[in-house]
T-cell receptor, first 112, second 113 residues
């Protein structure tokens, strides 16, 4: 039963600290998406990759967020430095181009 | 720009009854996909059903079916024989061939016993 995995599932950190979230897409999927979900803003697309290349990261605050895919089995989302307003659930999703996206369980981030 | 609108923030239905969730979208493209995702309290996003815009036949998945009206840009979800486990947030979503994916704000559905 293939699924997207994300680590950590929960993260509590203090303002100013670096946070790294990891995602393992489903084997064979060549598109990877990062979303942020908050009560106020709902689901926001932060970035997406195709064949490991970033295609769109316009939804991401550039000064503190960065997303990479060092290889086809790993996507990372990094926040440095973190701020309380970054508290949210971060989802990774993978799929094939122009097809269903399958979501991971999310990382719940709390920045104090 | 593509937008997805879910005009019902909350809905409730009695167990075993039928409920319809509304979704409208705005796009200038002719080819795209539409989805309904379910997010239960566990927060896992689960695909419920999908519809290709070039297909006229409405998609169905067991108790879930859609009413896709392309000219009206409407994509509603009907849940028949509602079950307690259907209680969740439901998101309508749109994706075009540039992989530009948009989600609606969601509808919180409560199934009452």
């Amino acid at each position: 039963d293939a699924r997207v995995t994300q680590t950590p599932r929960h993260k509590v950190t203090e303002m100013g600290q670096e946070v790294t979230m990891r995602c393992q897409p489903i084997l064979g999927h060549n598109t990877v998406f990062w979303y942020r979900q908050t009560m106020m803003q709902g689901l926001e697309l932060l970035a997406y990759f195709r064949n490991r290349a970033p295609l769109d990261d316009s939804g991401m605050p550039k000064d503190r967020f960065s997303a990479e895919m060092p290889d086809a089995t790993l996507a990372t989302l990094k926040i440095q430095p973190s701020e309380p307003r970054d508290s949210a659930v971060y989802f990774c999703a993978s799929g094939l181009p122009w097809d269903t996206q399958y979501f991971g369980p999310g990382t719940r981030l709390t920045v104090l | 720009a593509q937008t997805v609108t879910q005009s019902q923030p909350e809905m409730s239905v009695q167990e075993a009854e039928t409920v319809t969730l509304s979704c409208t979208y705005d796009t200038s493209e002719s080819n795209y996909y539409l989805f309904w995702y379910k997010q239960p309290p566990s927060r896992q996003m689960i695909l419920v059903i999908r519809q290709e815009a070039y297909k006229q036949q409405n998609a169905t998945e067991n108790r879930f079916s859609v009413n896709f009206q392309k000219a009206a840009k409407s994509f509603s979800l009907k849940i028949s024989d509602s079950q307690l486990g259907d209680t969740a947030m439901y998101f309508c979503a749109f994706i075009n061939n540039n992989n530009d994916m948009r989600f609606g704000a969601g509808t919180r559905l409560t199934v009452k016993p």
